[in-house]
């Protein structure tokens, strides 16, 4: 086993190369997921049997309670929560990559660096920064978790010197990692795991829900980051792959999110859009909104020859996703061309609706991203904006003193009709308000985004 086990991590760091492959387009996530599975099992197998396992109870114990556990959050969580769920395990691999750390700073001849106290420098390097980041993605992934759950307030937390602060704790987390490589005393391995805790709160608390997408993929680089630092620890290959693999995927999953939002990364670290700041923007004054009924809607629909769905988060929540493929179904079978619209950040992660899409069977080929369909609204008779605030806003172009301009929208509004279904009047997550629900070719169809569906298809019926 000893002899062949390199060849088996090469084949699973294969798979995993190939499960990004294959998650990148909805046609081969399938089968991207089943690379993943395949490589993960033969990576777990493969470590079982190293010559450095010498027991097993503490490994079985700790495969049934993590499976159990996971078998369990598998089965019961909502697709709609998938984003807290993201965050949550992010936290749990920075977690485990600061136990490992601590292990191996506290038994390094377990781990074949050195003895205690004599830790070899390029191990405490890589300790060191594992630990650094390891801890920094475990408490920033709990406040990102606690936003996306709705625990702690979604606008941004800020107060006076906050960016200052950041900076010195930065300097000093880097100065505590060049002490502890330079003394190997325990006081600095503490310290960098305090200063990394806070740092990590102190870095998503300013960010507004707006941002979370960014957010979700920046952190799971860190776990990845912190996994590899972990590997090199343990001289394990597979793991250093595995993680710099995650590490660079989020972090060009991230450039991608703020490319979306016409954002720098380090604007959205610095900050989010979003809450009270957030709420300014030109005035709207007294303008009164059109409001209409689920049967207004159907007839509208019905009557169109081109029907564009664009989802947000409001569909999401209300878990509307299967009642909207349903009305679908019925208008493209009444002659009505019908197409989705994707914007790179809506919902709260990466591919948020692509993924609620998939779940209710929405055929790939109806699906379209930004760049991709946005020419076609002005040629478009309907959109239908279900759950979505933000991301078609068109002050976003239009208002320079909004604190979203600049970030690319979908240009919803060009439409010959917009029928917006929301809850309420108010703001979106961003906290900005939108001049698109007082257009004269706006219908403001206010109420649960998925009884409104469920009302519409009855009336197409």
Not at 49 to 73: C, D, K, M, N
Not at 213 to 241: C, D, E, K, Q, R
Not at 385 to 409: E, L, R, Y
Request: aromatic letters at 8%; glycine letters at 12%.
């Amino acid at each position: 086993m000893i002899a062949i086990a390199p060849f088996l991590y090469l084949i699973a760091a294969v798979c995993f190369i190939l499960a990004l492959r294959g998650l990148s387009h909805p046609e081969s996530a399938q089968k991207g997921l089943n690379f993943g599975i395949a490589g993960m099992a033969l990576a777990i197998f493969t470590t079982l049997f190293a010559p450095q396992v010498e027991g097993y109870s503490y490994i079985v114990l700790g495969i049934a309670a993590g499976g159990g556990i996971g078998a369990l959050i598998a089965k019961k969580i909502e697709m709609t929560a998938l984003p807290q769920l993201m965050a949550g395990f992010h936290s749990l691999v920075g977690l485990a990559a600061v136990f490992v750390a601590m292990a191996a700073f506290y038994n390094p001849e377990a781990y074949g660096i050195g003895t205690h106290g004599d830790i070899h420098t390029a191990s405490l390097i890589e300790m060191s920064l594992g630990l650094a980041i390891g801890a920094v993605t475990f408490t920033g992934s709990l406040i990102a978790f606690g936003k996306l759950q709705g625990k702690i307030s979604g606008k941004p937390i800020i107060f006076e010197g906050q960016h200052k602060l950041n900076a010195i704790l930065g300097a000093a987390l880097f100065f505590m990692i060049i002490m502890l490589c330079v003394t190997g005393s325990a006081f600095w391995l503490w310290m960098i795991v305090l200063i990394a805790l806070a740092l990590g709160i102190l870095m998503i608390i300013p960010i507004g829900g707006a941002d979370m997408p960014v957010i979700v993929s920046m952190l799971n680089s860190y776990s990845g980051w912190a996994a590899a630092g972990i590997g090199f620890t343990l001289h394990n290959n597979l793991l250093i792959v595995t993680g710099a693999l995650v590490g660079a995927s989020g972090a060009i999953l991230s450039y991608i999110m703020c490319k979306g939002m016409n954002r720098s990364f380090i604007n959205v670290i610095l900050g989010g859009f979003g809450g009270e700041q957030a709420s300014g923007g030109a005035d709207l004054g007294d303008r009164t909104a059109k409001t209409g009924a689920a049967d207004d809607a159907a007839w509208i629909m019905k009557n169109a020859a081109k029907v564009i769905i664009v989802p947000g988060y409001g569909m999401a929540v209300a878990q509307a996703q299967h009642a909207l493929r349903e009305m679908a179904d019925i208008l493209k079978k009444e002659g009505v061309d019908v197409k989705y619209a994707i914007h790179p950040v809506a919902g709260r992660m990466p591919g948020h609706m692509n993924v609620l899409l998939a779940e209710a069977n929405v055929p790939y080929d109806e699906v379209f991203e930004m760049e991709d369909i946005n020419r076609e609204f002005a040629q478009t008779d309907v959109v239908y904006v279900i759950g979505a605030n933000d991301i078609t806003n068109p002050a976003a172009k239009s208002d320079p003193s909004s604190p979203i301009f600049g970030m690319p929208v979908l240009d919803v509004g060009k439409a010959k009709t917009v029928l917006f279904v929301k809850r309420s009047m108010g703001s979106g997550y961003a906290g900005v308000d939108n001049p698109l629900f007082y257009q004269d070719n706006t219908m403001m169809l206010l109420g649960d985004a998925k009884k409104m569906t469920e009302d519409i298809i009855k009336a197409l019926e």
